[in-house]
């Protein structure tokens, strides 16, 4: 079970990638829309090594980058490299799986800050799942459906999230930390096309949860089965509530009782990708949010719900220019203002 983040009362904040290729300037705009609960953006337009899987590959064993693809040689004997993941991942030696400029540049200039009166500061991680299934062997097969790379794959995310949430709290100064599974791929939970074992989640997540000390969350923009998500008990589930909320809401008892014990729903109710969110208004996106509040709240108290969510982008923005990601981003912002007003909510 992830340790709960402290209840973030409707505050907002961002999800993963920024089409930004200036990471000062991602962090400088990060900080500014998103003070009370900031987060470490990704730039995926920078370079190929900052895009989702790559950024977190530089420890993985057996890896190869060939054509702009990432992959996993098992042409040859990896054992000695796996055997010392499972070391590390037993001694809690994470020191040896951080990040560095060329694959989280942004990562490395929010070290460079401060963020002492910030609730909490979140960053991402490719998640086990999305990981495993996007990189293939010698015979074009996901690493995932292999049970001892599944294992060392999640043994290696848990030393890097714990690596993150360290170098956060001790460089940037965090209160807490959170640190988010990117999973799209849990969309594949139930498909009989690309079938991911829910035990080998299970015991991924497990890992993970077990050497991260602060807060950890998943992060999945498509619907998937939310049941067993949250019976995972993450600190935060992040969606995109934009396309998905009303399946996400067939589980309404379910969402309840994880707000009840402590866990926190990201709302991705502002459209991350710009030619949809043109279509919108702050007005318009406000009412959908209320929406689901309104639904939610037949069934539990206004202030529980305030209090056990976050406001943010339906997924990370990599689509639009700068000025298009600070308008999604700011309005996020502008709806937890709208939400928080003349309520007297604490900070965090």
């Known amino acids: ?46 370079a190929l090594l900052e895009g989702i899987v790559f950024n977190d590959s530089e420890q993985l064993p057996g890896r190869i980058i060939r054509e702009d693809r990432l992959l996993f040689d098992s042409t040859k004997d990896q054992t000695a490299a796996m055997e010392k993941v499972y070391m590390d991942f037993v001694e809690g030696n994470f020191s040896g799986y951080g990040l560095n400029r060329e694959y989280a ?59 993150c949430e360290n170098a956060m709290r001790e460089q940037c100064g965090a209160k807490e930390t ?4 990117n999973e799209p791929y849990l969309a594949s939970l139930g498909s009989s096309v690309v079938p991911v074992d829910k035990d080998t989640v299970k ?29 995972l008990s993450p600190a935060v589930i992040s969606l995109d509530a934009y396309a998905t909320a009303k399946e996400f809401l067939l589980y309404a008892d379910s969402v309840i009782t994880f707000m009840e014990r402590g866990g926190v729903v990201a709302w991705g109710i502002v459209p991350a990708e710009y030619k949809i969110f043109t279509t919108e208004t702050v007005d318009t996106l406000y009412e959908k949010y209320l929406a689901i509040r309104t639904h939610l709240c037949q069934r539990m108290p206004e ?8 406001v943010t982008p339906s997924c990370g ?32």
């Open 1 to 46: 079970m992830a340790i709960m983040i402290p209840p973030p009362y409707s505050l907002a904040t961002g999800v993963g990638g920024l089409p930004h290729t200036d990471p000062k300037q991602a962090c400088d705009d990060v900080l500014s829309i998103f003070p009370g609960f900031p987060y470490i953006p990704t730039l995926p337009n920078r």
């Open 105 to 163: 540049s942004a990562f490395m200039e929010m070290l460079s800050r401060t963020v002492p009166s910030a609730c909490v500061l979140k960053c991402q991680v490719t998640g086990p799942v999305t990981f495993g299934m996007q990189v293939v062997d010698a015979d074009k097969r996901p690493i995932y459906y292999d049970t001892q790379l599944a294992d060392v794959l999640s043994k290696m995310i848990a030393l890097k999230a714990r690596w």
């Open 178 to 181: 959170l640190v988010v599974l």
């Open 203 to 231: 015991a991924g997540w497990e890992d993970i949860a077990s050497l991260v000390q602060g807060g950890l969350g998943v992060h999945c923009c498509s619907n998937t089965d939310w049941e067993f998500v949250m019976e």
């Open 303 to 310: 202030k529980l719900f305030d209090a056990q969510s976050l």
């Open 317 to 348: 923005i990599r689509f639009a220019d700068r000025d298009g990601s600070l308008g999604i981003m700011g309005a996020a912002a502008e709806i937890s203002l709208r939400i928080r007003a003349d309520k007297n909510y604490p900070p965090c």
